[in-house]
């Protein structure tokens, strides 16, 4: 029984602990460049990025044509990503300021809704999607995070799990000028 205790002592003080230490978008507020999604997303932008696996090993890369329109509550983003095997993917957002720096979005693939909270120029944003993984469906958590750059290009960072363990990692860079 004590080492039953120990181990949910440990467990509780390691969640505790990541909590603590785990970045938030409040940790860029002082940032000069302020990510405004719906402003960003206004318009076109193209995006170039790659997934790797749990174990660094890149698995597929992808180019992405935005486009986006605000109509001054909602953004609609349509996404049209092309893999480099080429595989032809859509996205569709529909993506609501709910109030300053908070988002929520719905999207075709996603399960529920995605929820968003942006501060300075940083952007966290947590969903569930729908993926196929050698041809069996699958519900993945996703954590993206999006960083505005001073020159106006866009780097993304999401981790994809199942159960909390990391499958892999998606890197995406956006610009709106190209």
Not at 53 to 61: A, S
Not at 115 to 130: D, E, P
Not at 151 to 163: E, M, Q, T
Request: hydrophobic letters at 45%; glycine letters at 8%.
């Amino acid at each position: 029984m004590t080492t039953l205790l120990t181990l949910v002592i440990i467990a509780v003080l390691l969640v505790f602990i990541r909590n603590l230490i785990r970045m938030k978008p409040s940790d860029f507020a002082d940032a000069e460049t302020p990510l405004l999604l719906e402003d960003y997303f206004s318009g076109n932008a193209r995006a170039w990025g790659m997934f790797e696996d749990r174990f660094g090993r890149i698995r597929r890369q992808f180019t992405a044509e935005v486009v986006g329109q605000w109509d001054g509550k909602v953004l609609e983003l349509n996404q049209d990503f092309t893999y480099s095997d080429g595989e032809m993917l859509r996205r569709e957002w529909s993506i609501t300021r709910l109030e300053e720096g908070v988002y929520n979005g719905t999207a075709n693939d996603v399960i529920g809704s995605a929820t968003g909270k942006a501060s300075g120029n940083a952007l966290s944003l947590a969903y569930v999607v729908k993926l196929t993984f050698f041809s069996i469906p699958i519900r993945v958590n996703v954590e993206d995070w999006m960083f505005l750059q001073p020159d106006g290009v866009l780097l993304n960072r999401a981790r994809v799990s199942k159960w909390g363990v990391t499958l892999g990692r998606v890197t995406l860079v956006y610009a709106t000028d190209f």
